[in-house]
């Protein structure tokens, strides 16, 4: 089976860039990380990408076009098929936005459209939600905006702080940016105007099922679409 070839562009951390490496690493999993391209030559991840034994490269970001023009050459010399932004913390270029349209996907921690931009969870605090949670979407020129192709849920606690609901939306990021990858992957994802249809249910997978507890995931937990959920392990 040919695997997708995903690029990953990322900034720091890389914990979700780690939750897709995991991923791969089952030759089950129908896509394969073939690039991981960090604005920041001190990212973490880029550790993460070399112990992976994954190509990987520092582009700086002396203006937009630049960074855009680079990464795309990157990309491209790579065979990416799909490009995963997953912690990048740049706006990119519009044409690079245009010329991956629909080939190119971003994990946001909030239920967009609910709260887009920087510091999503501190607004979800501020506005007194009950719940937020992670949306991975198509990109789109306008920041944090698409066709949205799964979301999960998380509660928000009374006693939450900034940190402790991040850390809670964090952990359920990384069960949704491989399981939207997989569906992206087996072709499962269908562009419906602004919304995205996802065809080829499995048996199973009915509505009821869209829980975290069918997943393994935590029982605080709440995927969408649940046809995500007939491969746990993503
Ligand atoms: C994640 O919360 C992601 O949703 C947001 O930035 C954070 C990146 O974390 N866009 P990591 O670098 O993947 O650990």
Not at 130 to 152: L, M, N, W, Y
Request: glycine letters at 8%; a neutral charge; one cysteine or more.
């Amino acid at each position: 089976m040919a695997r997708l070839k995903v690029g990953v562009l990322i900034s720091g951390r890389g914990s979700n860039l780690q939750a897709l490496l995991d991923a791969t690493a089952d030759p089950a999993y129908p896509a394969e990380i073939a690039i991981v391209i960090s604005n920041r030559p001190d990212a973490p991840g880029l550790l993460r990408a070399a112990r992976a034994g994954i190509a990987h490269h520092a582009v700086a970001h002396s203006s937009r076009p630049a960074f855009a023009a680079q990464a795309d050459a990157l990309l491209r010399q790579s065979g990416a098929q799909l490009v995963a932004l997953a912690g990048f913390m740049r706006i990119l270029d519009t044409e690079f936005v245009d010329s991956w349209r629909d080939r190119l996907v971003n994990i946001h921690p909030s239920l967009l459209p609910a709260f887009p931009g920087l510091h999503p969870q501190r607004q979800a605090l501020a506005a007194g939600v009950k719940f937020s949670g992670c949306t991975v979407h198509f990109v789109r020129a306008e920041v944090d905006s698409g066709p949205i192709v799964a979301q999960a849920v998380v509660p928000v606690h009374p006693d939450d702080d900034e940190a402790r609901l991040a850390a809670r939306i964090l952990a359920a990021e990384h069960r949704l940016y491989p399981l939207a990858v997989r569906l992206f992957a087996l072709g499962r994802l269908h562009l419906r105007g602004n919304t995205v249809a996802v065809t080829g249910a499995v048996a199973g997978a009915v509505a009821g099922a869209v829980t975290g507890a069918v997943a393994g995931a935590p029982d605080s937990m709440l995927f969408n679409p649940p046809e995500a959920l007939a491969s746990a392990s993503g």
